[in-house]
Nanobody
Framework: QVTLVESGGGLVQPGGSLRLSCVAA????????MGWYRQAPGKSRELVAH???????HYADSVKGRFTISRGDAREAGYLQMNSLKPEDTAVYYC?????????????????WGPGTQVTVSS
């Protein structure tokens, strides 16, 4: 049974950077399309960034120009580089991924989720 695991969260000052990673545990897993979501206290979970199997990216307006989604060259992991962090970026961040390549276009949710990693932006 495959489980996704996020890492890289923590406490950072406004203007700082963090790089989140998402890897699979339990079985071989090739990252296809994937997304990063976040959920702040009292708010709904929202999409932050998405990448299709073919590499097309999509970002929430609130993070455009600051966050970058990517995968490892061997598709062994997924990443979210977060720069110029703001207090409003504080949330639990979740990795969501599809297993293997796909020709599917657009933003979707997939079967595999991680438990989340806390990101806190505060001075």
């Amino acid at each position: 049974q495959v489980t996704l695991v996020e890492s890289g969260g923590g406490l950072v000052q406004p203007g700082g950077s963090l790089r989140l990673s998402c890897v699979a545990a339990g079985s071989y897993f090739s990252f296809g399309a994937m997304g990063w979501y976040r959920q702040a206290p009292g708010k709904s979970r929202e999409l932050v960034a998405h990448i299709t199997s073919g590499g097309t990216t999509h970002y929430a307006d609130s993070v455009k120009g600051r966050f970058t989604i990517s995968r490892g060259d061997a598709r062994e992991a997924g990443y979210l580089q977060m720069n110029s962090l703001k207090p409003e970026d504080t949330a639990v961040y979740y990795c969501n991924a599809d297993r293997g390549p796909s020709t599917r276009r657009g933003v979707h949710m997939y079967d595999y989720w991680g438990p989340g990693t806390q990101v806190t932006v505060s001075s």
